[in-house]
């Protein structure tokens, strides 16, 4: 079983949508990222969030850190928004991936 | 550019060769990190500086692999003898001791 588990692995949506990506995780962590991967390799950090909730434009990502688990949600999403969202913990100073939820959004 | 570069961006190579990469990390970024992702996967952590001290290496990094940050800037990943598992992407990533990783465009390695 992996430290980190995603969930769904392949979502696809019509645009204007509301996404939920879920994140699980079964280690002790000090904070827990969110990247979104586009095609061709490039990563970009989302979030790093430890407690609560964070809110970036139509991007909001949520833990709870005594049930280990974490969502990211996308409002009204846009066919831009179509890439690997990836779930990585903290644990004692490096990051342990999730093997990424793959979203396409269609027009 | 400000960002994480990475350097050669694509890499094909014969099984039995020596490769090696380069990273130049964020300038003010003490942290650095190598990963390896395979198509379909998630990044796996291979090890990570802090300056030019190598803090940790993950058991994933063979004999064959060695990195290293002379000077606590840029770093390189060498493979010695590459074999057709070793293809992946080779992600780079730094950051400022505690914050957001900014990762690097990545060098992809095809091993034939």
């Known amino acids: 079983k992996n430290e980190v588990e995603q969930s769904p692995q392949n979502l696809t949506a019509q645009e204007g949508e509301f996404i939920t990506i879920n994140c699980s995780y079964s280690?002790?962590?000090?904070?827990l990222h969110w990247l979104q991967q586009h095609p061709g390799g490039g990563i970009v950090s989302l979030f790093m969030?430890?407690?609560g909730k964070k809110k970036h434009g139509r991007l909001i990502a949520t833990i709870n850190i005594q049930e280990k688990h974490s969502s990211l949600h996308i409002t009204a999403s846009h066919p831009r928004d179509s890439a690997v969202y990836i779930c990585?913990?903290?644990?004692?100073?490096?990051?342990?991936f999730g093997t990424g939820t793959r979203l396409q959004v269609f027009p | 550019d400000t960002g994480v570069s990475q350097d050669p961006r694509h890499k094909i190579t014969k099984r039995g060769q020596n490769v090696t990469f380069r990273c130049d990390p964020i300038?003010?970024?003490?942290?650095l990190y190598w990963y390896r992702q395979t198509l379909g996967q998630g990044p796996e952590f291979l090890t990570y500086?802090?300056?030019?001290?190598?803090?940790?290496k993950s058991r994933l990094l063979s004999d064959r692999f060695s990195a290293e940050r002379p000077k606590g800037s840029f770093s390189t990943l060498e493979i010695q003898r590459t074999e057709q598992g070793d293809s992946a992407m080779y992600l780079c990533?730094?950051?400022?001791?505690?914050?957001?990783?900014?990762f690097g465009p990545g060098t992809r390695l095809t091993v034939l």
């Open positions: 990533a730094s950051s400022p001791q505690g914050e957001y990783e900014f």
């Open positions: 280690v002790g962590i000090s904070a």
């Open positions: 969030l430890s407690s």
């Open positions: 990585a913990v903290i644990e004692t100073d490096k990051l342990i």
């Open positions: 300038s003010e970024h003490n942290r």
């Open positions: 500086f802090q300056n030019e001290a190598q803090l940790e």
